[in-house]
């Protein structure tokens, strides 16, 4: 199988599937809840099903495809197998046509476009292609936010709880709109650019995965229960699973700046991997 296959069927799986640990997430939230915040999930459940038995796109907004190459031969074959890919899940429409220009306004109708889709490219020593796919709904890329600390208006200090306070007023002016329950990645540190990075590569982690940095691990549990208890919940109208995880990370920083940021995946969590070792190839 050519590489650009390869890559059209992560696509077809991330569109139409979420990860198992996702939809255990959402399974132990409905658990939880009761009333309207009970069946939007179990409606969301039902939704991942049918767009799974059907090989159908979960949601209408396929969002942007971001990828994450670690590799170890030719980006530029690598680059133009994705470009292939992206171009046959948009016409077979496992993606939406997403590629606008913000100055014409013309869509691409073919996804490809000026750094369109998004590809990080890190080359290691290892004998094996790994590529990982997130695509990122325009709701949940929204609300992202970045911060400077201190912060005067938060009263936030340059530390954890300063940190925490960021996190917190993220996700309480963000109120749903990025169709929670949310998943959120806070990236700690390092510049603008690389905080934001940061924040969105910690979108891959698994839901339930512990963070082997303990000063970090518990950061996310408490933050995770915190958020929890604003009572925004499901879609933003209510209830207790107002986010699925929390995931930080952090990064050495110059002493002038401390940047806190924060990045948002909406439920339809879609990511995905695929590995290709000599004539093997598998996609998680």
Request: glycine letters at 10%; a positive charge; one cysteine or more.
């Amino acid at each position: 199988m050519k590489l650009a296959d390869s890559v059209f069927e992560l696509y077809k799986n991330v569109s139409c599937s979420l990860p198992d640990d996702v939809v255990e997430g959402l399974r132990k939230a409905e658990n939880k809840e009761k009333g309207l915040a009970k069946n939007i999930i179990n409606g969301i459940l039902a939704n991942i099903q049918l767009a799974k038995e059907s090989s159908l796109p979960i949601c209408q907004d396929t969002g942007v495809p971001v990828f994450y190459v670690n590799y170890n031969g030719s980006q530029k074959e690598i680059k133009e197998a994705i470009i292939s890919a992206t171009r046959k899940a948009t016409e077979k429409n496992f993606l939406r046509p997403n590629a606008v220009d913000p100055i014409t306004g013309e869509n691409t109708g073919n996804n490809i476009g000026e750094n369109f889709p998004v590809v990080y490219f890190h080359h290691w020593d290892n004998d094996f292609l790994r590529i990982e796919l997130m695509l990122k709904g325009g709701g949940s890329e929204n609300i992202g936010m970045l911060y400077s600390l201190p912060d005067s208006n938060l009263n936030a200090g340059r530390d954890v709880n300063g940190i925490k306070k960021c996190v917190i007023d993220a996700m309480f002016k963000a109120q749903g709109k990025g169709c929670s329950p949310n998943i959120v990645g806070v990236g700690i540190g390092g510049s603008k650019t690389a905080a934001m990075a940061l924040a969105k590569r910690q979108l891959l982690r698994k839901v339930d995965d512990v963070n082997d940095d303990k000063d970090l691990a518990g950061i996310e549990e408490e933050l995770f229960e915190k958020l929890n208890k604003l009572g925004i919940g499901p879609m933003g109208l209510g209830g207790g699973a107002t986010v699925l995880g929390v995931k930080a990370a952090k990064q050495h920083r110059h002493p002038a700046s401390f940047f806190v940021a924060v990045s948002f995946m909406c439920w339809a969590c879609r990511r995905g991997s695929l590995i290709v070792k000599g004539n093997k190839i598998k996609i998680e």
